[in-house]
Antibody, heavy 120, light 111 residues
Framework: QVHLQESGPGRVEASETLSLTCTLTGASAGTFHWGWIRQPPGRGLEWVASIDQYGAASYHPSLKSRVTVSADVSKSDNQFTLTLGAVTTADTAMYYCARGVFRGDPYDSWGPGTPVTVSS | QSVLTQPPSVSAAPGQKVSISCSGS????????VSWYQQVPGTAPKLLIF???KRPSGISDRFSGSKSGTSATLDISGLQTGDEADYYC????????????FGSGTKVTVL
């Protein structure tokens, strides 16, 4: 059974770069398809990005210019990361990492989430 | 702004049935299977239905899903107080790039 745990700075200043890490237990980054999903306070879920077991990434069109997801799939790494540049207060949200097994699958395992506040 | 449209809220008394609709387009629901997620406030979402109508192990058969064309429906029968939560539909949209889209979310209230 796979477990996911997000970690991050908690608070970042506007215009800076946000980096989040998802640590995996029971799987390596090169075995499944992984995603990042966020949820602003009081609002719905928004898919941010995904990375497959070959290291190919996909991004939300509105974030594509600012976001990168990465994992070292060749080294059986147990982590993957999300980097979001030039953050604004609109990026304040709970950020979740999740497993999608293969491309085209839904997200069947989720981490508990890590809150991010962007301060102006 | 969500790509998939859901009603903001539905409600019913314990034991009753509620249905939640999810409306999309040819490029998302029309071409791919739909999943449903349950999110109890303060917790991470949980996969409830996948491939339109399949339940992961441990999910009650009171939850059922269906899909027709560019729309999908989640039914919850024998409503219980523990079912109070937000429910989201979701699906992939494959084109120039792969994108996952969520519905706007529906709050289920047990009266």
């Amino acid at each position: 059974q796979v477990h996911l745990q997000e970690s991050g700075p908690g608070r970042v200043e506007a215009s800076e770069t946000l980096s989040l890490t998802c640590t995996l237990t029971g799987a390596s980054a090169g075995t499944f398809h992984w995603g990042w999903i966020r949820q602003p306070p009081g609002r719905g879920l928004e898919w941010v990005a995904s990375i497959d077991q070959y290291g190919a990434a996909s991004y939300h069109p509105s974030l594509k210019s600012r976001v990168t997801v990465s994992a070292d799939v060749s080294k059986s790494d147990n982590q993957f990361t999300l980097t979001l540049g030039a953050v604004t207060t609109a990026d304040t949200a709970m950020y979740y990492c999740a497993r999608g097994v293969f491309r085209g699958d839904p997200y069947d395992s989720w981490g508990p989430g890590t809150p991010v506040t962007v301060s102006s | 702004q969500s790509v998939l449209t859901q009603p903001p809220s539905v409600s019913a008394a314990p034991g009753q049935k509620v249905s939640i609709s999810c409306s999309g387009s040819v490029s998302d629901i029309g071409d791919n299977s739909v999943s449903w997620y349950q999110q109890v406030p303060g917790t991470a979402p949980k996969l409830l239905i996948f491939e339109n109508n399949k339940r992961p192990s441990g999910i009650s058969d009171r939850f059922s899903g269906s899909k027709s064309g560019t729309s999908a429906t989640l039914d919850i029968s024998g409503l219980q107080t523990g079912d109070e939560a937000d429910y989201y539909c979701g699906t992939w949209s494959f084109g120039l790039s792969d994108i996952y889209v969520f519905g706007s979310g529906t709050k289920v209230t047990v009266l």
